[in-house]
């Protein structure tokens, strides 16, 4: 990784205190180095800047100078440079940090300007919080305990306006309790591209609308959720489902690209509740795709992998199949994009003890420009890195993809790449197929193909490669287990387990290890620890790496070894795809 | 003391018989000499002249043109544009109607003379929407112009070319502060731009540079380049220079316009000499002297301090007839000369009800964007509203002075100065007014008192 | 939309007084009010279509000017001023007397469709107060009297239609 640049330091005072902070840094962002809290409503860090809540107000001043020798006036009674304070609070947000720059946060001017602000805010807010889906979550709620007045002076009668407004098939919109901070209405023209909602009438009596015969329906819409300060905007699906109080948060990584969205669960005594974006500046700023956000639906499938035999039966059902077909290219493994960097590691073991060829399995789709890449397995990269695969898996049809326009509902997705598995099973070389959590049939395989040759299956759900296996392991979701997925940058990113998987589901780290063990008939570590130490000493883009080190926002790792390999994906919203790679997408 | 004569620079021709706005008429009485004679002199020239002169901008800040003309970003390599504020909408303003409607050669050449000056290639006249006609006038008048020479191409045949377009506002008051006019201009919602960034000399229409002026400043322009900086300093007082238009509308016997030289009028002489004194049987109670976002005087009250008289500091002890009616004295007594609107109230008007009938304005007309405003601007009007028509209570005169206290100073724009500063001052002047207001409610009006709200 | 071919040349002239399209947007929509006599529900496609923006950013613009409307309205178009200065001379009168003389309320088509009455805010003609603004034409020292006879006016003007 190359070193960004030193940026130019601007030594700034808040509220006493002296902090170096980079040049074009806002107020807002200065104070949270030194943890000083502005309040905000209408400021976000990858929205343009539009300076209307007002809440963020503070007092600032510059130091005074001399007219005539431009030196620095120091104050004769504190020895310090004396400062020539602004009468008028100023935006946090709108400033920029200038050298010198005095700020003072809890002066009462600020304070006043604050209740000032939430008090106005309050007057022709609805009575709905005991009600509100926001609650917990509700900047005004928050700010009110934090910064209001708290005893209300309005007798008037509030303004009445919509509630309930179905913006989209995911969005919910109460306009009583927008607070006109245009949020959403930036992001969905700045960031989705998808420029549909804006405000109707004027001054107090202002509404956001979306423009009557289209819907807020692109596939990031839920991210104007998370960013509505209120109650306004609220997800059709999670709303009135859960206190959010109640809800436990780990960090996860969406799994649907190779982008490798960050994300938070959102779970309750073993139960997921929904999935956030979590913000990471290098990958997906602060959003991610609403279809990313359904995948926890699937823990809960009634399809849903559970063994009845014990483990360790399974296991040596498996031995004794491996042993009867030793010979060198009788097994096939068929690894995954979509299993994790250790997993993937594993697989690479096992089939070295098979002595069996591997092969994985492509899944290509239209990228969509921001957080939706071409290739739709998690972690091809980690293959690449951990050996298991030399070259990348081929793409399962050839016809050529049409250019994608950002926020498209993406297109079907082509599954593939096992075309010299199929050729080997027909020529009667292959006996025996062991599939990592991959549906054969999905894949290109045909029903005859797998009728000829006995499959074993590591998986989360029923598919007709379940159903046609000879011996089934039900193994874990992302959500159930802890791991680590390469994304396209050649970032390596860790998902921790939220909840518990299923009873009769295993890890399939154990499954993986155990079935190394008996091909090996070695003992295998199944624990992310011990095959870290493995791993670091393996593979050469690990080396120094151990999984603790990991930080939450990933690492990246070198590239230089895959430069040349053809990669499907175009231009995302912190990716850009490499001269030599052919981007189908774009 | 009698009032002065007036002094017609601008108004020259408004009202004059036989006067008609067309090109030949204007070039009749020597119009476009002074845009022939500037175009060959170096713009530097005529910006210096500018600068000399003094001139303060008439849309009402009172900002120096020529230290505005200074602050034009002219290294961006990015075009200049020059917008003329053709809004008039601050209640109580009524003075460019007369000179665009009259008098468009005026404007376009002050115009085209400031464009050449500034290196302007393209200026528009954003006039608000409830003048259809004037917009009419200007069109053709600007069409005559470019058909002379005047604008356009190659304008009085030099290498310098400039156009001018004419752009309708649709009725919002908001269109008349200059970022909220940029941003109407470029098709939108006309919601004030924040400084920073969004200086019009930097970052103005379509992130450009951009000049913004009142259509009377322009006009002064044309003036000031023909007689020089220097001469236009004579006209006027000191750091108030040339004329002022004061537009005087209510009570009093003689509305309509008057041009002084600034500073050289009272305002006891203006209502009273000027305008005719109150009507029949009637007292002038309150005057609002620029445009309603002004503050309020209470005839009857005092104003004192120091002021500077040539070098020296001398007292003042003023009425508020002897006020000078120019930004300065103006300012020091704690209110505006502003866009020069005076509206005068006499003994048949509750103040509440007056109050209550700017509230509704400057409610209606808040673009919304930014919450001070927007929710203060409503919560006053429906109070002062409430008094009126629903239950007034002693303790509403504070609940308005504190609500209106959480507005000034903290918005995006000066329409939170605007909506706020009648509240305020208002409750200052009055607030015994308002206090006894549930009483005087449940009496009878005084004769010839009008609904106000 | 329906639009005279006169009302398209100029919107297409139009459209080239800026260097960016989206200006033209109230220039169109005073274009397409003065032709069709209101802004129809098309509107915002058909412009966001010609000046390359989205319906949203033209309704955003039609609902923030009052001069623009989205509904039709009576044949003349009556437009008191509301403000302090007419009101101090009796604009609230002005206003009623054409609302009786109509059988109307401010804000609604009067029966027969021959008049909308708006009341409105400053008109910039304070120095002839109560103003009244009749389609393009200002009326000035509009008291009651004067709003009688501008409503037989109108009257009589229908009659012979
Ligand atoms: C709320 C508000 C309304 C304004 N309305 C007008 C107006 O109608 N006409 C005008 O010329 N200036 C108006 N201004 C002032 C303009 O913002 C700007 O200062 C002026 O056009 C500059 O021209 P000048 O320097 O020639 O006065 C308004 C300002 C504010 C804050
Ligand atoms: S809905 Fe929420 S995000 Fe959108 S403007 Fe209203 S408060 Fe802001
Ligand atoms: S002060 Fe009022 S008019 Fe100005 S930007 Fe804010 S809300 Fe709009
Ligand atoms: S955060 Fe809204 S004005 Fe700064
Ligand atoms: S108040 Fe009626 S025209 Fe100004």
């Not at chain 1, 994300?263 to 602060?286: A, C, H, K, M």
């Not at chain 1, 074993?456 to 287990?481: C, D, Q, R, W």
């Not at chain 3, 200006?23 to 006599?37: F, M, R």
């Amino acid at each position: 990784m190359i070193a960004p640049p030193k940026p130019d330091l601007v030594t700034v005072n808040i509220d006493g205190r002296e902090i170096a902070v980079p040049k074009g840094t806002n107020v807002i962002e200065a104070a949270r180095l030194v943890n000083v809290d502005v309040p905000h409503y209408c400021y976000h860090p990858k929205l343009t800047i539009v300076g209307n809540c007002r809440m963020c107000l503070i007092e600032m001043g510059m130091p005074a100078v001399d007219p005539a020798t431009k030196a620095p006036i120091i104050d004769p009674v504190t020895g310090k440079p004396k400062i020539n304070w602004i009468p008028r609070p100023q935006i946090g947000c709108g400033t920029n940090v200038s050298p010198g720059l005095h700020v003072k946060t809890t002066s009462p001017m600020v304070k006043d300007a604050r209740e000032g602000v939430m008090e106005f805010l309050l007057i022709n807010h609805p009575l709905d919080c005991p009600i509100c889906d926001q609650a917990g979550e509700c900047k005004l709620q928050e700010q009110s305990t934090g910064y209001g007045r708290g005893y209300s002076r309005f007798v008037e009668q509030k303004n009445v306006k919509p509630k309930r407004t179905q913006l989209g098939p995911r969005v919910t919109l109460d306009d009583e309790r927008c607070i006109l901070c245009s949020r959403c209405i930036r992001f969905s023209k700045e960031i989705a591209k998808d420029d549909v909602l804006g405000f109707v009438d004027r001054g107090s009596y202002s509404t956001l609308t979306c423009f009557p015969g289209k819907q807020l329906a692109n596939n990031y819409s839920l991210n104007t959720v998370d960013i509505c300060p209120v109650g306004a905007l609220t997800s059709t699906d999670f709303r009135f489902k859960m206190r959010v109080w109640f809800l436990k948060q780990t960090n996860s990584i969406d799994t649907e690209t190779s982008v490798g969205a960050n994300t938070v669960v959102w779970s309750r005594e073993g139960q997921i509740y929904r999935l956030t974006p979590r913000r990471n500046d290098d990958v997906n700023d602060t959003w991610m795709p609403d279809s990313g956000r359904e995948l926890f639906k699937a823990v809960m499938a009634a399809d849903r992998l559970v063994a009845t035999t014990h483990l360790d039966a399974l296991v040596a059902q498996a031995a004794e199949l491996f042993k009867m077909n030793a010979s060198a290219g009788a097994i096939a493994v068929v690894g995954s994009g979509r299993s994790s960097v250790e997993e993937q590691f594993l697989t690479k073991k096992l089939a070295a003890a098979l002595k069996a060829s591997t092969q994985l399995v492509s899944r290509v789709g239209q990228g969509d420009q921001l957080l939706i890449s071409a290739d739709r397995n998690p972690n091809v990269r980690g293959a690449l890195v951990t050996g298991l695969i030399s070259k990348l898996p081929k793409v399962g049809d050839a016809t050529p993809l049409s250019r994608s326009t950002k926020g498209a509902v993406a297109a079907p997705i082509r599954t593939g790449g096992l075309t010299d598995l199929a050729a080997s099973i027909d020529a009667g070389k292959v006996k025996v197929v062991v599939s990592i959590g991959e549906d054969l049939i999905a894949a290109g395989l045909t029903a005859a193909q797998l009728a000829n040759v006995s499959v074993v299956y590591l998986g989360t759900h029923a598919n007709a490669t379940s159903a046609a296996a000879k011996i089934v392991f039900p193994t874990l979701s992302v959500f159930e287990k802890n791991g680590t997925f390469v994304n396209q940058q050649f970032r390596l990113q860790k998902f921790a387990k939220a909840v518990p998987g299923p009873q009769g589901a295993t890890d399939d780290l154990i499954v993986l290890a155990k079935l190394t063990a008996a091909a090996s008939s070695a003992p295998m570590a199944s624990d992310l620890g011990s095959l870290w130490t493995l791993i670091s000493a393996e593979v050469p883009a690990f080396a120094m790496t151990s999984y603790a080190q990991v930080p939450e926002t990933g690492l990246l790792i070198d590239a230089t070894p895959f430069a040349a390999l053809p990669f499907v994906e175009g231009e995302t919203l912190h990716f850009k795809p490499a001269a030599a790679a052919v981007a189908l997408d774009s | 003391m009698a009032a002065p004569a007036q002094r017609r620079i601008i108004f020259q021709h408004i009202d004059e018989p036989g006067y008609s706005n067309d090109l030949a008429c204007y070039v009749r009485n020597g119009g476009y000499e002074v845009l022939k004679k500037s175009v060959t002199r170096p713009p530097a020239e005529l910006i210096d002249e500018v600068k000399k002169s003094g001139l303060r901008g008439r849309g009402g800040a009172g900002f120096p043109c020529g230290v505005k003309w200074g602050l034009v970003d002219r290294k961006s390599g990015k075009p200049i544009y020059l917008i003329v504020n053709a809004d008039e909408s601050e209640p109580g303003t009524f003075k460019d109607r007369y000179i665009m409607h009259q008098d468009p050669h005026q404007l376009i050449e002050g115009t085209m003379i400031s464009c050449f000056a500034n290196n302007v290639k393209q200026a528009y006249i954003y006039i608000r929407g409830e003048m259809p006609h004037g917009a009419r006038i200007l069109e053709r008048a600007i069409a005559e112009a470019r058909a002379a020479g005047f604008v356009g191409k190659n304008i009085c045949g030099t290498t310098y070319s400039c156009d001018i377009f004419v752009h309708r506002g649709a009725g919002a008051y908001i269109c008349g502060e200059e970022t909220g006019l940029i941003e109407s201009l470029e098709g939108k919602r006309a919601n004030p731009r924040i400084k920073p960034p969004y200086f019009p000399a930097v970052l103005g229409l379509y992130q450009c540079p951009t000049i913004v002026n009142n259509v009377e400043t322009l006009c002064h322009v044309k003036y000031i380049v023909e007689h020089g900086g220097d001469a236009f300093t004579k006209v006027g007082t000191p750091n108030n220079t040339g004329t002022r238009i004061f537009c005087v509308s209510g009570h009093v016997q003689r509305p309509g316009y008057y041009e002084f030289e600034a500073g050289k009028i009272t305002m006891g002489q203006l209502l009273y000499e000027v305008c005719g004194g109150p009507l029949p049987g009637r007292t002038f109670k309150a005057v609002i002297p620029g445009g309603s976002s002004a503050k309020i005087l209470r005839f009857g009250e005092r104003f004192k301090g120091k002021r500077k008289v040539g070098a020296e500091m001398v007292d003042y002890d003023w009425g508020v007839e002897d006020v000078p009616m120019d930004f300065d004295s103006l300012g020091m007594i704690g209110t505006m000369g502003g866009s020069g609107g005076v509206i005068v109230m006499d003994d048949t008007v509750n103040m509440v009800e007056a109050l209550a009938n700017i509230n509704a304005f400057y409610s209606h007309e808040s673009c919304g964007q930014c919450t001070p405003c927007r929710e203060g601007s409503l919560w006053m009007k429906k109070i002062t509203t409430r008094m009126v028509h629903g239950q007034a209570r002693n303790e509403d005169a504070a609940l308005l002075k504190s609500v209106a206290d959480q507005i000034p100073g903290r918005t995006i724009c000066a329409f939170g100065e605007a909506c706020s500063w009648p509240t305020q001052s208002f409750i200052a002047k009055f607030g015994d007014e308002f206090k006894q207001y549930p009483e005087t409610k449940k009496a009878a009006k005084p004769v010839g008192a009008h609904e106000l709200v | 939309m329906n639009l005279k071919p006169a009302t398209l040349h100029s919107i297409d002239e139009v459209i080239t007084h800026y260097p960016v399209k989206r200006s033209a947007t109230l220039p169109l929509l005073h274009l397409i009010q003065e032709d069709v006599g209101y802004l129809p529900p098309e509107t915002c496609e058909w412009v966001a279509a010609k000046l390359e923006l989205q319906p949203i950013n033209v309704l955003e613009v039609i609902t923030f000017y009052p001069m623009f409307r989205q509904k039709p309205i009576g044949r003349r178009h009556i437009k008191v001023c509301r403000t302090l200065s007419c009101a101090l001379l009796g604009g609230y009168k002005t206003c009623e007397q054409f609302e009786k003389e109509f059988n109307t309320h401010r804000g609604e088509v009067s029966p027969g469709g021959e008049v909308t009455i708006d009341f409105v805010e400053c008109l910039a003609s304070c120095g002839t107060a109560p103003v009244v603004l009749i389609d393009d034409d200002l009326h000035e020292k509009v008291d009651c009297a004067k709003a009688k006879q501008l409503s037989d006016q109108i009257k009589a003007e229908a009659k012979k239609r």
